[in-house]
């Protein structure tokens, strides 16, 4: 594939998606747009937008689809995206969303589709250990603490649990991804250019498949 590079990277929750879309954007140099990190960072801001996305995230539900069609939809018309191109990581995340994105992005559409699967066991056990940085949003885990005291290594920002990584939330943000995310696995598949990727294993193996896969297209 060449550049305007267009992937989408599905998966649910816990699957890895920001871990990998930020190091596959850094090799690529393309944006790695996450509507989640969009969303934790305006609610940061207090802005208007952040403020109507804050409740519906930390329950675990998903912010309604006019409030993140305008964001996502700004973002894709800047000049970075349209030369050199993105990885959209949590969007779409239901049918309507994925009609929208073909919508924003006619003529030329989605170049890949990477579904990068992981066994909800797994996306459980990363979920109740996944830590961040408050300051710029960098993941850690239990198993991977930062260096020093919960203190990001890149910002110095204090490293905390998500608030919708609690069970309950966690058990609805699943339970939401498998009545109106997987749906879009059937959907990409039927029109190809979609590719599924384990993401269970080595970190560095998993990003080394996702860079071949994009490679090979
Ligand atoms: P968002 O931030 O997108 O959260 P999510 O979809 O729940 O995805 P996660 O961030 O939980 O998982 P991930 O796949 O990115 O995994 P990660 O790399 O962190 O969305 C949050 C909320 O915003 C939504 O619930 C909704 O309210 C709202 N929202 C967002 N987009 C929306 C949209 N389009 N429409 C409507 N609402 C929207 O990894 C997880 C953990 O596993 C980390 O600790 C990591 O270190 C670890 N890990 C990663 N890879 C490995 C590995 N190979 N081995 C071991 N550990 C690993």
């Excluded at 590079?5 to 920001?18: D, E, H, N, S, T």
């Excluded at 954007?25 to 393309?30: M, S």
């Excluded at 924003?104 to 066991?121: M, R």
């Excluded at 979920?127 to 198993?143: M, P």
Aim: proline share 4%; glycine share 10%; charged share 25%.
């Amino acid at each position: 594939m060449n550049k305007p590079y267009r992937i989408v990277m599905l998966g649910k929750q816990g699957a890895g998606k920001g871990t990998q879309c930020s190091k596959l954007a850094a090799t690529l140099g393309i944006a790695h747009i996450s509507t989640g990190d969009m969303l934790r960072s305006a609610a940061r801001e207090g802005t208007e937008f952040g403020k109507l996305a804050q409740g519906y995230m930390e329950r675990g539900d998903l912010v309604p689809d006019e409030v993140i069609l305008g964001a996502v939809r700004d973002r894709l018309y800047r000049s970075d995206c349209r030369e050199d191109g993105f990885v959209l990581d949590g969007f779409p995340r239901t049918l309507a969303q994925a009609e929208a994105l073909e919508e924003i992005l006619t003529p030329e559409g989605v170049k890949l589709v990477i579904n990068l699967d992981v066994s909800t066991e797994v996306v459980l056990r990363r979920l109740s250990s996944r830590r961040v940085c408050t300051g710029c949003g960098r993941t850690y885990s239990i198993d991977f603490p930062p260096a020093v005291d919960w203190t990001c290594d890149d910002c110095g920002g204090t490293v905390v649990q998500r608030a919708d990584d609690t069970p309950e939330a966690i058990s609805r943000r699943l339970a939401i991804y498998e009545e109106l995310t997987a749906p879009l696995i059937a959907w990409y598949e039927a029109k190809g250019r979609f590719v599924t990727v384990s993401g269970e294993g080595d970190f560095d193996a998993i990003s080394d498949e996702i860079l071949a896969t994009v490679t090979r297209f």
